[in-house]
């Protein structure tokens, strides 16, 4: 049996919630499919020494401030897992847990959304399903002969998983900082940070608070046809936060230049020489998780579909919420993807309601 509503939205984490709170003010009907069982979206699924990098009035989505957790300056991911379970109980949003969305396809003046529980046509799509489904992994030589352990960064917990091994940790971003950081400082393993490029770590009293300042005036800057500022990538990739400063100032996040390939037992270097490793962690990025939206015919170059704001050029019946800057400065943050969410629901708001 097909349903019928306004808008489905694709993805219940932070994004999918911000967009259900603005369609609720605008008395729009919605449902929110979310492949996840419970609540929390892809913060469940964090390492265990993970941390915001904004204090948590700075961490929220609209309409209710994230409390502060006692004894923290910057709350760890389980306190924002309790606070998105919290959120979507206060407003009573309609979130169908366990519930994943195969297809989203266009039928006449709706929207068909194909998903294991039913199919439902809407007026209007927002797909918020962000990233972290799709790990990135780079065709490196050699990653299909090396013996020892891989993983991706969604797969780390702790660095007791690592105790007494030879760990090379991949990737110059934050993630590759705190988790080479977090091996380094509270592991018994031996660590090798690898990057592209030399490492720029953002001065010590930056945090999320002046980095959605710097990318929201970007943003403004190029809509307002003024010159491009650089944003965030001006100022460095990696943001100081404490265990990072620590194992920085402490000598122990000394990064390597990347390697040429890798062995049956480690990595060579681009000067011939060997080093044995037991493990490497793939801090490498992730790629926009757009499949559901592949019936559309809507990709552009590196899998990103073209948008004006957040609404899909290709399909103005689709919104695209929480994957980045190329959907709202700063929107793949609590903080960020507000303004955005209510964009894409006043614009939905303004469709017209055609006859089912």
Same mark, same amino acid.
């Given at each position: ?29 919605? &449902? ?16 265990? #020494? ?8 700075? #961490? ?29 109980? /206060? ?10 969305? +195969? ?5 006449? +003046? /709706? !929207? ?27 065709? &490196? ?15 780390? /917990? ?8 030879? $760990?090379?940790? &991949? ?56 010159? +491009?500022?650089?944003? $965030? ?7 100081? $936060? ?14 390597? #230049? ?16 060997? #080093? ?74 303004? !469709? ?5």
């Amino acid at each position: 049996m097909t349903q019928h509503t306004d808008v489905v939205v694709v993805g219940g984490g932070q994004a999918g919630l911000a967009a259900g709170y603005h369609l609720r003010r605008l008395g729009l009907g919605f &449902v929110i499919l979310d492949a996840g069982e419970v609540p929390g979206g892809s913060w469940q699924h964090m390492w265990d #020494s993970l941390h915001l990098f904004s204090p948590a009035e700075h #961490s929220s989505l609209p309409g209710r401030l994230m409390p502060a957790e006692p004894g923290k300056t910057y709350p760890g991911a389980g306190h924002v897992v309790d606070y998105l379970a919290d959120y979507e109980k /206060r407003y009573d949003l309609p979130v169908q847990h366990g519930t994943r969305v +195969d297809a989203v396809r266009r039928d006449a +003046d /709706r !929207l068909l959304v194909e998903a294991d529980s039913g199919t439902w046509r809407a007026r209007a799509v927002i797909s918020a399903t962000g990233n972290w489904s799709r790990p990135f992994l780079p065709a &490196v030589p050699g990653r299909s002969v090396f013996t020892g352990r891989q993983l991706h960064m969604v797969n780390y /917990r702790s660095p007791a998983d690592f105790a007494e091994r030879r $760990v090379v940790v &991949v990737g110059g971003g934050n993630s590759g900082a705190q988790i080479a950081a977090d091996l380094a400082l509270h592991g018994r393993a031996e660590v090798t940070w690898v990057t592209q490029r030399p490492p720029r770590f953002l001065p010590d009293d930056i945090d999320g608070r002046a980095l959605f300042d710097v990318a929201t005036a970007r943003r403004r800057a190029l809509d307002a046809g003024r010159r +491009d500022t650089g944003g $965030v990538a001006s100022l460095g990739d990696i943001v100081a $936060v404490p265990p990072v400063r620590a194992a920085r100032d402490g000598g122990l996040l000394t990064a390597k #230049s990347m390697f040429a390939r890798l062995t049956a037992t480690g990595v060579r270097w681009t000067d011939g020489s060997h #080093s044995d490793a037991d493990a490497i962690v793939w801090c490498t990025g992730f790629r926009p998780a757009l499949a559901h939206v592949a019936p559309l015919n809507l990709r552009g170059p590196r899998g990103h579909i073209p948008t004006d704001g957040t609404r899909a050029l290709g399909e103005p019946r689709l919104h695209l919420l929480g994957y980045g800057d190329w959907t709202g400065p700063a929107s793949a943050t609590l903080i960020g993807v507000g303004r955005p969410a209510r964009d894409a629901a006043r614009a939905i708001a303004q !469709l017209p309601r055609a006859v089912r």
